[in-house]
């Protein structure tokens, strides 16, 4: 289990780095992209497809909150961003929240 505290990645720059050189891996509804890094940081992104701010928001929402149970879980310190597919605005919490755990399990980080 991992002691670190995660903060979360703010930076344009740092984003698109990490997007651009970390390992990508795809679940059916979210995808995580992830790198090592000296400090631990998250982000949340949400495709395009999902049409207005109140969805994206929800969305957003509802996935720092499974991610807040699932942090300490995290096996290695790392860099990641969680990005969900329009599809995923349709599932309700508790299905977002075991897609988003498998997909970690699926990438390595639990």
């Keep these: 289990?991992?002691?670190?505290?995660?903060?979360?990645?703010k930076k344009k720059k740092e984003i698109e780095d990490l997007l651009a050189e970390g390992?990508?891996?795809?679940?059916?509804?979210?995808?995580?992209?992830?790198?090592?890094?000296?400090?631990?940081?998250?982000c949340v992104g949400i495709k395009k497809g999902v049409k207005t701010a109140v969805e994206r928001n929800k969305l957003r929402r509802r996935l720092k909150e499974a991610l807040k149970k699932k942090?300490?879980?995290?096996?290695?310190?790392?860099?990641?961003?969680v990005i969900a597919r329009k599809e995923a605005a349709c599932l309700n919490f508790k299905e977002l929240e075991t897609e988003l755990f498998s997909t970690m399990k699926k990438a390595g980080l639990t």
């Design 71 to 81: 942090i300490s879980d995290v096996r290695i310190c790392c860099e990641f961003i």
């Design 1 to 9: 289990m991992n002691s670190c505290v995660f903060a979360e990645l």
């Design 23 to 42: 390992k990508k891996t795809w679940g059916a509804y979210l995808g995580i992209v992830h790198r090592p890094a000296p400090q631990n940081a998250f």
